[in-house]
């Protein structure tokens, strides 16, 4: 087998272990949600796990909000080595890149026709300097629109397995119960049929209401079991069941209104000729004689996360994928060996 092309994105995703594309056919469905709570449940694997969040949504972009960065200083910074995406958390263990950053105005829309999306997803694909990471997590905007179209063109080099690395894209689906969203589900499944983009598996969101007093978890839709049935007639896995979580709800409306304390240091990145100071988010705690502003928590978002229901879901469903990918990546490296024989 001959060696991929090389590419500067697959050169700049070189450090990147795991790439995890989020898909949803249907807007609405807590595809943003879910792969905020992904990001969250893979740092809860290990102290270790560097995460990166990639929001794909041009023209709607929600990442930003959802984790606390919906600010005006968290913006992104320019250095000799590339983009430096905003961090969440004071250990860099959470970074983010999204077009909200780059807006003047975080009201603004996003009026792009499809060339212009493309290059956008070009550059953050190709400029954006993650460092090593375990996982990449891209949250794409909903259907199947020219951002699929530009993103899978822009990773293709990456579908060709190396014995060094064979690690390949792979991508999650979300849905709800109902009908409707289970039908435009099936149609990201024949996207990525197409495009040979292996599926690790469904996710049935709003799965139910968790009560607030009891945990006991009441049926909304009146439909169940429906998107299991439709991962086994389509022979996917089906991950599990996410029900509606109050205090999820309320932790996510805290932190975009900036309730939630989730102030980052100031951090002090070394490049290879020049030190460029970062400030993702203002001077709001005070800063100590270093020049690294001290928070009480290393990173109270996932602390609060991890005192909520969803959490508890999430961990079984995040501990599920990473073995079905373990074990894809395993076998690849297996047949690729087998090759060389």
């Not at 879910?34 to 449940?41: F, G, R, T, W």
């Not at 999650?172 to 039908?183: C, D, V, Y």
Request: proline share 6%; charged share 20%.
């Amino acid at each position: 087998m001959s060696d991929p092309i090389e590419t500067p994105v697959s050169r700049r995703l070189a450090s990147v272990k795991n790439i995890i594309i989020v898909l949803s056919g249907k807007g609405g469905v807590g595809k943003s949600s879910s792969s905020v709570q992904l990001a969250l449940s893979l740092l809860n694997q290990s102290p270790n796990n560097r995460v990166g969040l990639l929001d794909l949504d041009i023209t709607g972009p929600s990442l930003p909000r959802m984790v606390g960065l919906d600010i005006p200083e968290a913006t992104v910074h320019q250095s000799s080595l590339g983009w430096v995406p905003v961090y969440v958390d004071n250990k860099k263990r959470l970074g983010l890149m999204s077009i909200g950053f780059l807006l003047k105005d975080r009201g603004d829309s996003v009026v792009w026709r499809g060339p212009k999306k493309d290059g956008m997803i070009r550059q953050f694909l190709s400029e954006v300097r993650w460092g090593d990471l375990d996982y990449l997590i891209i949250d794409t905007p909903p259907g199947t629109s020219d951002e699929h179209i530009s993103l899978m063109t822009h990773l293709h080099p990456l579908f060709q397995p190396t014995s060094k690395n064979p690690t390949t894209p792979n991508s999650i689906l979300i849905t709800t119960p109902q009908t409707t969203a289970l039908n435009d589900t099936i149609k990201s499944l024949s996207f990525t049929k197409k495009l040979n983009l292996p599926v690790m598996g469904l996710i049935e969101n709003m799965s139910g209401y968790i009560c607030p007093c009891c945990n006991e978890i009441s049926n909304l839709y009146g439909i169940q079991g429906q998107a299991k049935i439709m991962s086994e007639n389509n022979n996917i896995d089906f991950l599990g069941k996410i029900p509606i979580d109050t205090k999820l709800v309320k932790l996510l409306d805290s932190v975009s209104k900036g309730e939630l304390n989730v102030d980052v240091a100031n951090v002090i990145i070394q490049d290879q000729d020049q030190q460029v100071q970062i400030t993702n988010q203002g001077q709001r705690n005070g800063t100590s004689s270093e020049g690294i502003q001290q928070t009480k928590e290393d990173f109270p978002l996932l602390d609060k996360y991890n005192e909520t229901e969803s959490s508890k879901i999430w961990k079984k469903i995040t501990d599920d994928l990473v073995e079905k990918i373990e074990s894809r990546k395993s076998a690849i490296r297996q047949k690729l060996e087998s090759a060389q024989v």
